[in-house]
T-cell receptor
Framework: RKEVEQDPGPFNVPEGATVAFNCTYS??????FFWYRQDCRKEPKLLMS???SGNEDGRFTAQLNRASQYISLLIRDSKLSDSATYLC????????????FGKGTHLIIQP | GAGVSQSPSNKVTEKGKDVELRCDPI?????LYWYRQRLGQGLEFLIY????????KSGLPSDRFSAERTGESVSTLTIQRTQQEDSAVYLC???????????FGPGTRLTVL
C-alpha cells in the first residue's frame, strides 16, 4: 500500500457545485496533515492544515478520520479559480524529509 | 518578505553535460529540501538539509546527483552527465524546522535534449 494515496482524477465539476475528495494514508503514527494546492506549472502552496476536530476556511473544509486513516477536502460553491491539483501531505509518515506527498487530485471547474 | 527563490527558472542542456541549480531559502529557515517533479507526476524527495547537520541524501536517485548547502544559506543541486530522464522541474523548499510549514520556490525546469 502506498503511504499516501489520492484519486488522480480529473474531477470535472460545474461552477458553483460542491466537490469533495479524500486521501488515505498508511502510517497510523502520522501526526499532522495538510492540503497543498498546485496550479499548472507552478509550485505547491499550502492551502490549509487539517486538524483533528476538522476545520473550515471560507469555502474549504478539511476533515481528519484517524480511525479510517483518511483526510478529506470539501470545496463549496466552486469557482473557476479553484481549478488546480490538490496535494494531500502527511507529516510524520516516515518520509526522510518528514513529509510524504500524495500525487495529487486534479480538479477542473467548468463554466 | 522574500520567498524562496531559485535560478535559473529554465535550463536546457545537452545530454552528458553538467548542470547546477541554485536555491535561496527564506532567511532564518534552517531546513531546506530539494524535490523533483516529472511532468504529471507527484513530488519526489531528493535531499534534506537541517542546519549544520549532515544532509539526508536518501532520495538522490544516483551518484550523478549531489547537493551542497553552506550553513543556513544558499544551496546548489548539481547533476553530472545529465540524461534525458533527468528532465523535470526541480523544486526547492524551506521551513523553520522539519515539522513546520514548507515554502516552495518556483522551481527550475530542466530539459535535457
Amino acid at each position: 500500500r502506498k503511504e499516501v494515496e489520492q484519486d488522480p482524477g480529473p474531477f470535472n465539476v460545474p461552477e458553483g457545485a460542491t466537490v469533495a475528495f479524500n486521501c488515505t494514508y498508511s502510517n497510523s503514527a502520522s501526526q499532522s496533515f495538510f492540503w497543498y494546492r498546485q496550479d499548472c506549472r507552478k509550485e505547491p502552496k499550502l492551502l490549509m492544515s487539517v486538524y483533528s476536530s476538522g476545520n473550515e476556511d471560507g469555502r474549504f473544509t478539511a476533515q481528519l478520520n484517524r480511525a479510517s486513516q483518511y483526510i478529506s477536502l470539501l470545496i463549496r460553491d466552486s469557482k473557476l479559480s479553484d481549478s488546480a491539483t490538490y496535494l494531500c501531505v502527511v507529516n510524520g509518515g516516515g518520509g526522510a524529509d518528514g513529509l510524504t506527498f500524495g500525487k495529487g487530485t486534479h480538479l477542473i471547474i467548468q463554466p | 518578505g522574500a520567498g524562496v527563490s531559485q535560478s535559473p527558472s529554465n535550463k536546457v542542456t545537452e545530454k552528458g553535460k553538467d548542470v547546477e541549480l541554485r536555491c535561496d531559502p527564506i532567511s532564518g529557515h534552517t531546513a531546506l529540501y530539494w524535490y523533483r517533479q516529472r511532468l504529471g507526476q507527484g513530488l519526489e524527495f531528493l535531499i534534506y538539509f537541517q542546519g549544520n547537520s549532515a544532509p539526508d541524501k536518501s532520495g538522490l536517485p544516483s551518484d550523478r546527483f549531489s547537493a551542497e548547502r553552506t550553513g543556513e544559506s544558499v544551496s546548489t543541486l548539481t547533476i553530472q552527465r545529465t540524461q534525458q530522464e533527468d528532465s523535470a522541474v526541480y523544486l526547492c523548499a524551506s521551513s523553520r524546522s522539519r515539522t513546520e510549514r514548507r515554502y516552495f520556490g518556483p522551481g527550475t525546469r530542466l530539459t535535457v535534449l
